[in-house]
């Protein structure tokens, strides 16, 4: 079982398929090595970015979060607002965010 006691999941809706492209090949140059450490130390234990691929005609992704517990949540906003939001804030784009508490989980065998 993880350690996970808070989650986020949050979808961004863009405009045209070319900018959810360009959001994507972003990555690489906000969430460098350095940078994911910091998020380690902070609380983050997981960031998932995803193709939703169930709504034809829909440029969207989703981006998983999981956290330690509220204070590293609070502590990655942080880093966010550093890291992420200055390199993205030009997208137009539709963001929703959902934040939950974890009440039930289980975990497959191979998932490490």
Same mark, same amino acid.
């Given at each position: 079982? %993880? ?6 999941? /949050?979808?961004?809706?863009? =405009? ?13 140059? =906000?969430? %460098?090595? $350095?940078? =994911? ?5 902070? !609380? ?5 970015? /995803? ?5 034809? !005609?829909? &440029?969207?992704? !989703? ?8 204070? &590293?949540?609070?502590?990655?906003? %942080?880093?966010? $607002?550093?890291?992420? &939001?200055? *390199?993205? *804030? ?9 934040? !939950? =508490?974890?009440?039930?989980?289980? /975990?497959? $065998?191979?998932? *490490?």
């Amino acid at each position: 079982m %993880t350690i996970s006691k808070l989650i986020n999941y /949050t979808t961004r809706e863009f =405009i045209s398929e070319n900018e959810l492209e360009l959001y994507v090949s972003k990555q690489e140059e =906000i969430f %460098t090595p $350095d940078v =994911i450490k910091e998020f380690s130390k902070a !609380g983050m234990l997981r960031r998932v970015l /995803t193709r939703i691929w169930n709504k034809e !005609g829909v &440029a969207r992704v !989703g981006i998983l979060f999981e956290y330690r517990n509220e204070k &590293a949540f609070v502590e990655c906003q %942080t880093l966010l $607002d550093k890291y992420h &939001a200055p *390199k993205v *804030k030009t997208f137009a784009n539709k963001i929703v965010g959902s934040r !939950g =508490i974890v009440l039930h989980e289980f /975990t497959s $065998d191979e998932f *490490k």
